[in-house]
C-alpha cells in the first residue's frame, strides 16, 4: 500500500515511445500538483513535467513537443507519454507530489513512489 506507485518503464529503441503510470490515491489526487522528475548517474534529480491542480502543464524545454503529462481524476492516475526518445532521456523516472502550484522542484516533493527504469538504446 503506497500513495504513489509508478509503471510503465522499460527499454525502448531511440525513436520509440513509452508510457509511463503513477497511481496516486483519491486524496492525493485532489490535493496536490503532480510531477515527473528523472536522474540518472552523476546528475541531479530534475523535473520533466509538471500539471498542477487546474490541469495546467509545464515542461522541461528538453522534452517540450515529445513529452506529454495528463491526468485521469475519476481513475486517479497521471500519465506520461513519451515519443521520439532519445539515449538522454535515459534515467529512473519518479512521479511525485507536490503542495503548489506546479511540482517542477524536488525539494517541494511531499510524497515520491519508488521510480521506475527508461532505458533508450539502439
Known amino acids: 500500500q503506497r500513495d504513489l506507485v509508478e509503471s510503465g518503464g522499460g527499454s525502448v529503441e531511440i525513436g520509440g515511445s513509452l508510457r509511463l503510470s503513477c497511481v496516486v490515491s483519491?486524496?492525493?489526487?485532489?490535493?496536490?500538483?503532480m510531477g515527473w522528475f528523472r536522474q540518472s548517474p552523476g546528475k541531479e534529480r530534475e523535473s520533466v513535467a509538471s500539471?498542477?491542480?487546474?490541469?495546467?502543464?509545464k515542461y522541461q524545454d528538453s522534452v517540450q513537443g515529445r513529452f506529454t503529462i495528463s491526468r485521469d481524476n475519476l481513475k486517479n492516475i497521471v500519465y506520461l507519454e513519451m515519443n521520439s526518445l532519445r539515449p538522454e532521456d535515459t534515467a529512473t523516472y519518479y512521479c511525485?507530489?507536490?503542495?503548489?502550484?506546479?511540482?517542477?522542484?524536488?525539494?517541494?516533493?511531499?510524497?515520491w513512489g519508488l521510480g521506475t527504469q527508461v532505458t533508450v538504446s539502439s
Open positions: 511525485a507530489a507536490c503542495g503548489g502550484d506546479y511540482c517542477v522542484s524536488r525539494y517541494a516533493a511531499h510524497y
Open positions: 483519491k486524496y492525493m489526487g485532489g490535493r496536490y500538483s
Open positions: 500539471i498542477d491542480m487546474s490541469g495546467r502543464t
